[in-house]
């Protein structure tokens, strides 16, 4: 079976609205999606007609930290309405919004003006990112794209990189599981650790109530595979995969196109 267990609308930072996403998922061939956005489940609620032939898993990406990095975890076949999202989705929003309000406050510093109210209309009523600021830059002629805005105002470093209050890991696992969900520490090697610093996040993720482990995120070599597989089943974790898709034209992050799950680990939907 193709499944994706890593997407993103409009509704966070992706490019298609949920019909979109679906109808996506659909021609490339995906037989269950779970639309993971970050800190909202709003896509959830802005589906309208859509193509039924894909099953959907509810999902969230919520942003945290561990020792001073930033960290992503996935809430798998969550419950929409329980408290625990309700909650999460608020903190994290309100977050989210503040962190905007200090990015736009930055930008105006270097002399762009209305930079948090020209982001907020590229984001839709929806969460405000660095992306949509540097959909701004581009429109008002401030750069001449997007990639030129992240490197001269919104990149690591930048006026724009505001670090983010986010609630702690914990917490967000607790939100998860209160949900009847369940906690995935999504894209590993995106953190850039060492293996040794990798194996400590891992059993501080266990530790806390984390269960699964994103062994396959988007397109990778065999033996980045096979690493992040080693270290599921050392920790007796639940494996998932998905393509962390956001728009078309990223190659390695096309929704339903990334390796298979090695065989010998258990699937994260076998709990479902």
């Not at 007609?49 to 561990?66: D, R, Y």
């Not at 990015?103 to 009523?125: C, P, T, V, Y």
Request: hydrophobic share 40%; aromatic share 6%; charged share 25%.
């Amino acid at each position: 079976m193709n499944i994706d267990l890593h997407s993103h609308t409009a509704c966070s930072d992706g490019a298609l609205n949920p019909a979109a996403l679906i109808q996506r998922a659909v021609e490339n061939g995906v037989e269950t999606l779970a639309i993971t956005d970050h800190d909202t489940v709003d896509a959830y609620r802005d589906l309208g007609p859509h193509e039924e032939s894909v099953a959907l898993i509810a999902g969230i990406e919520f942003s945290t930290q561990w020792e001073h990095t930033g960290i992503h975890v996935l809430g798998l076949n969550i419950d929409l309405d329980s408290d625990a999202i309700r909650t999460g989705v608020r903190f994290q929003s309100k977050a989210r919004l503040e962190r905007a309000q200090r990015i736009g406050a930055n930008l105006e510093k270097q002399g762009i003006r209305d930079a948090f109210d020209g982001a907020a209309r590229h984001s839709a009523g929806h969460y405000i990112g660095r992306p949509h600021f540097a959909q701004y830059l581009v429109e008002s002629g401030q750069v001449k794209s997007m990639q030129a805005a992240f490197k001269k105002y919104l990149g690591d470093g930048k006026a724009g990189d505001v670090r983010q209050h986010w609630a702690d890991l914990p917490q967000v696992i607790q939100w998860i599981r209160d949900a009847n969900g369940i906690a995935v520490l999504a894209h590993p090697l995106k953190y850039k650790m060492t293996r040794t610093r990798l194996k400590r996040l891992l059993e501080a993720f266990v530790r806390e109530g984390g269960q699964g482990l994103e062994v396959v995120s988007g397109k990778q070599l065999p033996h980045q595979t096979a690493g992040m597989a080693q270290l599921c089943a050392e920790n007796e974790m639940l494996a998932s995969c998905g393509s962390d898709f956001h728009e078309p034209g990223r190659v390695w992050a096309e929704l339903g196109r990334f390796p298979s799950l090695p065989g010998r680990l258990t699937p994260v939907w076998e709990r479902f």
